[in-house]
């Protein structure tokens, strides 16, 4: 299975620290000696399903493939904006994609990886052949915006990639390159370290009250578990495809803080400059960080046929999920 176009969509307004800092007790040393975010895309206009269709539809024109080509479209959000029909339903139609089937994943910010390892499970054993994957967020209509600790840190917007089963070319290993290795794994016991609880049963026989709920974060525990599972999970990865740390050309991880990433970087002994960096102009965008900043790097032609890069989510859930792939 190989990446052959990516494609991503950022909502138009641009909100920086100083922004923020008019609205709330924070300030731009803050945020960015504890995050590296200086500034974050909010949506005013932008839905996740514009956004998603708008980076699924650049993606589709950088593959230079049509719609109707389209087999299998995977969305992964947590910010849907209806329970039903989901995001991917709702893209399938924007875009025309008559024969593709479409459904959501939903694993926070890990969610882009979990959907790619999904969508190479069908191409892998042949149901399908092409796949659109996208991942998507409006966190911010699930921010408590007066919880500074954590609206400060998400941003919205979409990025995409299409995938299709090939391996008919040969790299000079003798093997078609694409995705060589990946793992995902989950801890469910430590999901409540990072939650937003879905709507409560308002039907005859209780009595709730409508309360919305927003994200809520134990930051130092979400830390903790980003900064000790990612370099062991990109490890495994590493092992699994016979790649050496050295051998590969970036380190594509979520963006969620520049210290989770140095640290990461230092633990793998890898150099820092190939770890390249979407959040000072994105926040994290949960599930839409990863497709963004690949996004990014192809449209700077940082990306070349045969280099090797890893590619790392974590968060919500807890869940985790890393892939070794060749461009
Ligand atoms: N502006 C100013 N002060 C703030 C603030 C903000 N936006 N948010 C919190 N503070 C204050 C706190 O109130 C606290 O003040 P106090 O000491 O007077 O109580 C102080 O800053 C330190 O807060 P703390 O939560 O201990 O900060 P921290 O050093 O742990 O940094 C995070 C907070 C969120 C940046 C850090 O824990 C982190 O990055 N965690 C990972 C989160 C993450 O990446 N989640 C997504 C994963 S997918």
Known sequence: ??????????PQQVVTNE??????????????????????????????????AEAAGR?????????????????????GDYITPSTACEVQAELGAEHAAAFDINAACSGFMFALHTAYAYLQTGIYK?????????????MDWSDRSTCVLFGDGAGAVVVRAGGEESNEEGNGGGLLAFEQGTDGSRGKVLACEGRKNQNPLVQNPFVPSYVDMDGQEVYKFAVSTVPASILRVLEMSGTAAEDIKYFVLHQANIR?????AKRLKADIEKFPVSLDHCGNVSAASVPILLDEMNQKGM???GDKIVMSGFGGGLTWASA????
């Open 130 to 142: 092409t796949a659109l994957v996208v991942g998507a967020e409006t966190l911010s209509k699930i």
């Open 19 to 52: 922004d923020l800092s008019k609205i709330m007790d924070t300030s731009d040393e803050w945020i960015s000696s504890r995050t590296g975010i200086k500034e974050r895309h909010l949506a005013k206009e932008e839905t996740t399903v514009s956004m998603s």
């Open 260 to 264: 989770i990433i140095q640290s990461v």
């Open 1 to 10: 299975m190989r990446i052959i176009g990516t494609g991503s969509s950022l």
């Open 303 to 305: 990306l070349a046929r």
């Open 59 to 79: 993606a589709l024109r950088n593959a230079g493939i049509k719609a109707e080509d389209v087999d299998l479209i995977i969305v992964a959000t947590i910010t």
């Open 324 to 327: 070794v792939i060749e461009w």
